[in-house]
């Protein structure tokens, strides 16, 4: 009888909660429509990596073959190449997305006048909202041995001009430096709430003791910001095969192939130009597979050093 009247005072309260809150669940529904439609729905294709796909016979006509699209994978020259630059240069962007932000944060924090500082924080977030369609147009302008500035500025010290889109050694720093410049501005955001966090009292007791404004940075900042530092980096893990296909694909060319091919545009390449829908699959589902790896690890050490939880 007990049981009984806990699940109806349990269903009155679920609905008088639901009866309070449809609106909020209304708004969410396009969302959740759209998640499902581009995001699970299409997970079904998975088992294109497993066939003998045949687009006249479609997903559920064409033979199973095994994993025999996933040896063939891992014997392509490209693909060890894509997975080795995939690595190195989205382990350089997540070192500088977090170094750069962090100090733009304590220097910004040195500023008094608010104005001063607004300022400066917008300049720095603008190129946050700017698609990569646009800025890689403008690097490449910019970047042009013959017409860009930084072309006329080498030639304007007698210098020979460096091609940095067509130099395949030089090519990820470009990609790296340019992805940080557009993207710290969110990450001092983010560092700057950290720091207004640390309790004021903190910076009042070190200055009735002496410390300078370094000093207090060194000895109160820093350790009150390292929570969040460790969050970011522990989360940033699951791009570790994430090496940031649009910018990539809006500057790279056959010349920097070598060192700027990552996984993603070689699964582009394979699927759609060259119509090999089922490697192009076998390759997404692994990096999909070793990229859920890293996301679960850098759950676990969010958990277990920052305290964070998702529920």
Do not use: C
Request: aromatic share 14%; no cysteine.
């Amino acid at each position: 009888m007990r049981k009984e009247n806990n699940h109806h005072s349990t269903h009155r309260r679920f609905a008088r909660a639901f009866k309070r809150q449809w609106p909020l669940h209304l708004m969410l529904l396009p969302g959740v429509i759209i998640l499902l439609m581009f995001s699970y729905f299409p997970m079904a294709g998975i088992i294109v990596a497993f066939q003998d796909f045949n687009p006249r016979l479609g997903i559920w006509g064409s033979p199973i073959i095994g994993l025999r699209h996933f040896e063939f994978m891992f014997k392509m020259p490209d693909t060890t190449r894509a997975i080795y630059n995939t690595v190195f240069i989205s382990f350089m962007k997540i070192v500088g997305g977090l170094v750069v932000p962090i100090f733009f944060a304590l220097m910004l924090d040195l500023v008094r006048r608010n104005n001063y500082k607004r300022t400066i924080q917008t300049i720095i977030y603008f190129p946050y909202f700017l698609s990569w369609v646009i800025l890689g147009g403008i690097l490449i302008d910019i970047l042009s041995p013959s017409t860009g500035v930084i072309g006329l500025m080498f030639q304007a010290v007698g210098l020979d001009p460096i091609y940095f889109l067509g130099e395949p050694k030089i090519f990820p720093y470009v990609l790296v430096v340019t992805d940080v410049w557009k993207n710290f501005g969110y990450g001092t955001i983010v560092y700057l709430a950290a720091i207004s966090s640390i309790d004021t009292e903190q910076y009042e007791a070190s200055y009735m003791d002496g410390a300078n404004r370094f000093q207090q940075t060194i000895h109160i900042t820093l350790p009150g910001m390292v929570p969040i530092i460790i969050l970011m980096a522990t989360l940033s893990l699951g791009n570790v095969l994430n090496a940031g296909f649009d910018q990539v694909l809006n500057l790279y060319n056959d010349i920097v192939r070598e060192t700027g091919d990552i996984i993603d545009t070689l699964v582009y390449r394979i699927g759609l130009i060259n119509n090999r829908y089922e490697i192009a699959t076998a390759v997404g589902l692994f990096k999909s597979v070793v990229s859920l790896i890293f996301i679960s690890l850098g759950y676990w050490l969010a958990k277990k050093f920052a305290n964070y939880t998702v529920f």
